[in-house]
């Protein structure tokens, strides 16, 4: 070493070498109070056997690279398109006894007959009560609308005199 400027140097390179390689917390992070990040793994590869070892059964190994794309689906073929059939009475009279059975349920379902109890308000019915009298009930007072600023310091004054 020929001076103090060139001890200084090294010190700075051999500092900033062991930060990119993870030795080595930069002193932005030193300073800022936060814990050194540790080694960097993420080009680090584990073998399968040992992720087989690891996880058991849930490990899936994958011979194929990750696919950088999303492949595009793209149909060639199209769909037969199927005859339309006309409502004859033989399949109408299939029809109305299957329509009226799930008329039937869902009657039960939304009604809450014995079996079914699937209505949609399990509360049951509730009074409408207006929130003035459920504040009246609790010994609320009811707020007074005012109409200008006159009427304010009316009842401002009024407020006054009575406490004399």
């Not at 060639?76 to 004859?88: D, G, I, K, R, Y």
Request: negative net charge; contains cysteine; charged residues 30%.
């Amino acid at each position: 070493m020929k001076s103090i400027g060139d001890f200084a140097e090294n010190l700075i390179l051999n500092q900033t070498q062991n930060i990119k390689e993870g030795k080595e917390s930069s002193p932005r992070m030193r300073a800022n109070g936060l814990a050194p990040a540790g080694k960097d793994i993420s080009n680090v590869e584990v073998p399968d056997t040992f992720m087989q070892q690891v996880l058991g059964e849930s490990f899936h190994p994958q011979e194929t690279p990750a696919a950088e794309t999303i492949p595009e689906i793209v149909w060639n073929e199209e769909e037969p398109e199927q005859p339309v059939q006309s409502l004859t009475e033989e399949t109408a009279q299939h029809l109305v006894p299957l329509l009226e059975e799930v008329r039937d349920l869902l009657k039960e379902m939304c009604c809450g007959t014995s079996s079914g109890q699937l209505g949609i308000n399990l509360a049951g019915p509730q009074r409408d009560m207006p929130t003035d009298a459920i504040e009246k009930k609790y010994g609320y007072i009811s707020a007074r609308p005012v109409k200008s600023k006159k009427d304010i310091l009316r009842k401002s004054i009024q407020g006054r005199l009575k406490r004399r």
